[in-house]
């Protein structure tokens, strides 16, 4: 079945250690993003890609890093340098259709809980 | 800035009744607008959208109206039922603007009483 994979569901990071999260999709979709939510915040953009090799910051990337090595993959590494990492982070694909279509949702994965212990 | 606003953080509805769930926008470059309900620790799921050239898109139990004159959406359910309970979520997109990035609400969420 097509979908995106998110892993690991949680994750534990110790203060001043990075960690990558994982994030594949196998719907052939070019587009991909990484949210973040907060209670009370909805879900806030990191970062997005929308073709291989090249990728976007969107409204919160500092402390953030991605990479698009391969149209299904687009990992996210939260640095130490972020400052409040603990959050529920999801990933999400798109394809965007000719614009006259304009019927294109994103798709999300199941999400990762990352806390920092 | 807050592009997208949801102003009511939760909702309870009897079982059965109307749930209608809002949603405010600033930016009138949006052309296309979405809704989805996500459970805790689950990734949202996508509901219903609606296109800026229509004013109304129905999809069974759920149905979405907007009003591009007061930049206002709102999410009809009915009948709300216990299954409905969630944090329903507004989003938004300018696909003039070279992507297909969505800009989401804070979330909504409602509690249907059994």
């Known amino acids: 079945d097509g979908g995106i994979t998110q892993s690991p569901k949680y994750l534990f990071r110790k203060e001043g250690q990075n960690v990558t999260l994982s994030c594949e999709q196998n719907?052939?979709?070019?587009?991909m993003y990484w949210y973040r939510q907060d209670p009370g915040q909805g879900l806030r953009l990191i970062y997005y890609?929308?073709?291989?090799?090249?990728?976007q910051k969107g409204d919160i990337a500092e402390g953030y890093s991605v990479s698009r090595e391969k149209k299904e993959s687009f990992p996210l590494t939260v640095t130490s340098a972020q400052k409040n990492p603990t959050a529920f982070y999801l990933c999400?694909?798109?394809?965007?259709?000719?614009?006259?279509?304009?019927?294109?949702?994103?798709?999300f994965g199941q999400g990762t809980r990352l806390t920092v212990v | 800035d807050q592009q997208v606003k949801q102003n009511s953080p939760s909702l309870s509805v009897q079982e059965g009744r109307i749930s209608i769930l809002n949603c405010d926008y600033t930016?009138?470059?949006?052309?296309?607008f979405l809704w989805y309900k996500k459970y805790p620790a689950e990734g949202p799921t996508f509901l219903i959208s609606?296109?800026?050239?229509?004013d109304k898109n129905e999809d069974g139990r759920f149905t979405v109206f907007l009003n591009k004159s007061a930049k206002h959406l709102s999410l009809h359910i009915v009948p709300s039922q216990p299954g409905d309970s969630a944090v329903y979520f507004c989003?938004?997109?300018?696909?003039?603007?070279?992507?297909?990035?969505?800009?989401f609400g804070k979330g909504t969420k409602l509690s249907v009483i059994p």
């Open positions: 930016n009138s470059m949006f052309d296309y």
């Open positions: 999400a694909s798109s394809s965007p259709d000719l614009p006259i279509l304009m019927n294109t949702e994103a798709f």
């Open positions: 989003a938004a997109r300018d696909s003039g603007a070279g992507s297909y990035q969505l800009t």
């Open positions: 609606i296109s800026s050239i229509k």
């Open positions: 719907l052939n979709h070019d587009a």
């Open positions: 890609s929308q073709i291989v090799n090249d990728f």
